[in-house]
């Protein structure tokens, strides 16, 4: 399995950005997937996740209210959709996915071993 991540840029404060994380290999169909973030210097982090096996959806505090994840119907690419972008979201996103169908959904970076390349967005003031 490969995620590849696209969709970043550098955008002004308060528009919009869709990242795309598209999987080669599996579908997301009864999976995870999960966007985290790095920005310099911090750890990564984790923004926004589905756990499409099991129904469940959550954000980041940080996010909620901005951004949405959501899925093709074939659920082979995954969609970071990110609305009044601040530029506090600068940083380098990464989409991650497990292999375990069915599994909950995890905050931690160290449940998820395929990870896409990451895509850069600077939002500037």
């Known amino acids: 399995v490969q995620l590849q991540a696209s969709g970043g840029g550098l955008i002004q404060a308060g528009g919009s950005l869709r990242l795309s994380c598209a999987a080669s290999?599996?579908?997301?169909?009864?999976?995870?997937a999960t966007w985290f973030r790095q920005a310099p210097g911090q750890e990564r982090e984790f923004v926004a996740g589905r756990s499409w096996g099991l129904g469940i959806t959550d954000y980041a505090d940080s996010v909620k209210g901005r951004f949405t994840i959501s899925g093709d119907s074939y659920r082979n690419t995954v969609y970071l959709q990110m609305n009044n972008l601040k530029p506090e979201d600068t940083a380098v996103y990464y989409c991650?996915?497990?292999?375990?169908?069915?599994?909950?959904?995890?905050?931690?970076?160290?449940?998820?071993?395929?990870w896409g390349q990451g895509t850069q967005v600077t939002v500037s003031s």
């Open positions: 290999g599996r579908t997301f169909s009864t999976y995870l």
């Open positions: 991650a996915t497990n292999r375990s169908p069915y599994s909950g959904l995890y905050y931690d970076r160290n449940n998820y071993d395929i």
